[in-house]
């Protein structure tokens, strides 16, 4: 047979061998399938079942992600003929969104409005870890119809997790409009991905023939179909000028829900976008398309949207929304020095992100389960109501902002040395632009998020009463993630080293 069809059987033998590579997400998928079957086994009563089952399964699966260290000791694997690609740096990011997925599947069941929906929770469950199949997919993805498909993959699983709690207007509304952009940005995407494959003759971004034969082909015509390819990518990422839906999405959705899109899908955007790019910015002749160029003019767009939009916030889940936007800029500064240094300030600045935003949108739950409030001046005295949680919510602000000793601090300042040390080779103006817009920003972000701990703290109500405990276990996460932003603040070393 391998002789009569060599080319199946070389196939075949390709992909077997790329199945030992493939551990954890065959692990995922099992564990879909058993998260799914429990919940048609026992019904919408088994979402506890469903959480502790999901649960323990990603447990298993960072485990399997921790092995692969040492499977990529020779280096790089590309897998399945070309569409994915195992790296030390893919595995990072997996780790980095296996470990805040297992975080959202404690907090699902601790917003007691999503936990009373008639639906119950434990589809909820099911959605997520599908979509934790779908990013480790956009992470290791190289080949632009592996891009495409997972990038529809999450997309699906978050249209519904946005419109999970159909019996509220507002989150309806906010699940039609993310799947009205979700949709424009898929078809833009996949027009310009057809233009590249015409002009390119190829799907595989690392084939070696793709950046070689764009680089023969018009100029711009290349670069209208590279936009367009990006504007889809920058869906997930909210970079301007795509990032028109964040604000009412993230308002409209359940505040969990809200935590998994600000992070997850961002987070593995970013691990594509290196991929999508590193064809291009390391071939020698590439001349065509500047991605620094186009990708530092987003990232000072980005930030300067995404801050100055916050300030005039007073919600608070929108001023997480634009701040969100804004991080995305300041993520984008690490990306465009196109070194190893940038991208280890990159793994680290999103880990330590995602993990204080998750933070963040945990106590504004907290203060919306046991207040019923959404609006930063009706936070007024609360920090002495709730001592706690008023504490852990200033400190967790403090490493969103970048103030010292935070983790987010060091984030900022990785990023920082990271571009400074190649702005000093080169000397490039675009490089300066960042480093002056990312110091400037950063100062605008204190004006919004002080107004947090300002009125927690500095302004009084009338009455002050004995502490509301009410899904106390929020707090208790939102503490552990405070102290561990500390604790890598003043410690980077006991993590960086990986990344």
Excluded at 71 to 99: C, E, P, S, W, Y
Excluded at 122 to 144: E, K
Excluded at 286 to 294: C, I, N, P, Q, S
């Amino acid at each position: 047979m391998k002789y009569l069809f060599p080319e199946i059987s070389n196939q075949l033998s390709n992909a077997l061998g790329s199945i030992p590579f493939f551990m954890p997400e065959i692990y995922i998928t099992m564990l879909f399938v058993l998260v799914l079957v429990t919940d048609l086994l026992f019904g919408k009563n088994s979402a506890r079942l469903c959480r502790t089952v999901a649960c323990a399964g990603m447990v298993v699966v960072i485990f399997k992600d921790l092995q692969q260290f040492e499977q990529i000791l020779n280096g790089a694997h590309f897998l399945f003929g070309n569409m994915l690609l195992l790296h030390r740096t893919a595995i990072v990011f997996k780790l980095i969104i296996d470990l805040l997925s297992f975080i959202l599947l404690l907090y699902f069941a601790w917003d007691h409005r999503l936990k009373a929906h008639r639906k119950g929770l434990s589809d909820l469950y099911t959605i997520v870890i599908g979509s934790v199949l779908g990013l480790h997919l956009m992470i290791m993805a190289v080949n632009m119809l592996s891009i495409y498909l997972a990038i529809e993959f999450v997309s699906l699983a978050s249209y519904l997790l946005v419109a999970y709690r159909s019996e509220n207007a507002f989150s309806t509304e906010a699940g039609l409009k993310y799947v009205l952009f979700g949709a424009a940005s898929s078809a833009v995407m996949l027009y310009g991905i057809s233009l590249l494959y015409g002009f390119g003759g190829t799907l595989d971004l690392f084939s070696g023939h793709m950046a070689e034969r764009l680089a023969q082909v018009d100029a711009i015509s290349v670069s209208f179909a590279l936009v367009l390819v990006l504007a889809g990518i920058g869906f997930k990422l909210s970079f301007v000028p795509v990032h028109f839906w964040v604000p009412d999405v993230y308002e409209g959705a359940a505040t969990p829900v809200t935590a998994y899109l600000s992070t997850l899908p961002k987070i593995a955007a970013f691990a594509l976008l290196v991929n999508f790019v590193t064809p291009f910015v390391f071939y020698n002749h590439w001349k065509g398309f500047d991605f620094r160029l186009v990708l530092s003019a987003i990232g000072i767009l980005t930030m300067i949207a995404g801050n100055f939009a916050a300030v005039l916030q007073s919600n608070v889940k929108r001023i997480l929304a634009y701040s969100g936007i804004g991080h995305t800029g300041f993520a984008l500064m690490a990306l465009v020095t196109f070194t190893p240094q940038g991208l280890s300030a990159l793994t680290y600045y999103l880990l330590m992100y995602g993990l204080a935003n998750i933070a963040a949108l945990a106590l504004a739950n907290y203060f919306e389960n046991a207040e019923g409030i959404t609006d930063v001046k009706d936070y007024k005295g609360l920090g002495f109501k709730y001592p706690l949680a008023s504490v852990c919510f200033v400190v967790v602000l403090i490493s969103l902002t970048g103030l010292p000793v935070s983790a987010g601090f060091t984030a900022k300042l990785f990023a920082f040395s990271a571009v400074y040390s190649i702005y000093q080779q080169n000397h490039d103006v675009w490089l300066l632009a960042l480093l002056i817009t990312g110091a400037l920003t950063t100062v605008v972000s204190l004006f919004y998020y002080i107004k947090v701990p300002l009125n927690l703290f500095l302004k009084r109500t009338e009455l002050i009463v004995s502490e509301n405990k009410w899904s106390y276990n929020l707090v208790i996460l939102s503490t552990i993630i405070a102290i561990a932003l500390i604790i890598f603040g003043i410690f980077p070393d006991m993590l960086i080293k990986y990344m």
